[in-house]
């Protein structure tokens, strides 16, 4: 017998569809910022990026859209690394900053959660008193330097400042 894709020769009813079967993706969430992702890519300029990169950088950077929410990667080496920060919906905030056993960072009247955390990168949370409270500014940084530093999340305080000012937060 011979069964063509999608048919089914049996009683049984038919198979469920893509969404049934877990498969779906996740529903665009409504932007809490006024920025796009471009004009999240905006707010850093190079010189604000600068700190943090291994000599010139002539890569541009990357908007991201993340199930509608904005962000951008700044790279920080041609070629390689990216500070990336973007606005996050994890399935509870409080619950995700309550896991964070490290001491928070401040960066204006919010603080940075250090997440994951080696001597090469940092993961980090950020929120303030005006952050929506289901969403977080997430940040990844890959240092391009391979330098242990022991406390690379903190050089990331001024580029966090500027985003949650310019996100309203």
């Known amino acids: 017998m011979i069964v063509g894709a999608g048919v089914s020769c049996s009683s049984e009813q038919p198979a469920p569809d893509r969404a049934d079967a877990g498969t779906q993706t996740r529903q665009r969430e409504t932007n809490p910022t006024p920025l796009s992702a471009k004009q ?7 010189d604000d990026v600068a700190p943090l990169t291994d000599g010139e950088v002539t890569d541009r950077p990357v908007p991201t859209d993340k199930e509608g929410l904005p ?5 920080v080496r041609n070629g390689w690394g990216w500070l990336e920060m973007s ?3 994890p399935v509870s ?3 995700l900053l309550s896991t964070i056993k490290e001491q928070p960072i401040p960066v204006g009247d919010g603080m940075l ?8 990168s940092c993961n980090a949370l950020v929120t ?5 409270s289901e969403f977080l500014l997430l940040i990844s940084y890959d240092d391009p ?8 999340c903190r050089s990331l ?11 309203g937060w």
């Open 40 to 46: 999240f890519c905006d707010v850093l300029s190079a």
């Open 71 to 75: 962000g951008c990667k700044w790279p």
């Open 87 to 89: 606005v996050f919906k």
């Open 93 to 95: 905030a409080e619950i």
């Open 113 to 120: 959660y250090k997440n994951i955390v080696t001597e090469f």
């Open 128 to 132: 303030s008193p005006r952050t929506p």
């Open 145 to 152: 330097n391979f330098e242990p530093t022991p406390d690379l």
């Open 157 to 167: 305080v001024p580029q966090a400042a500027k985003v949650m000012k310019a996100v």
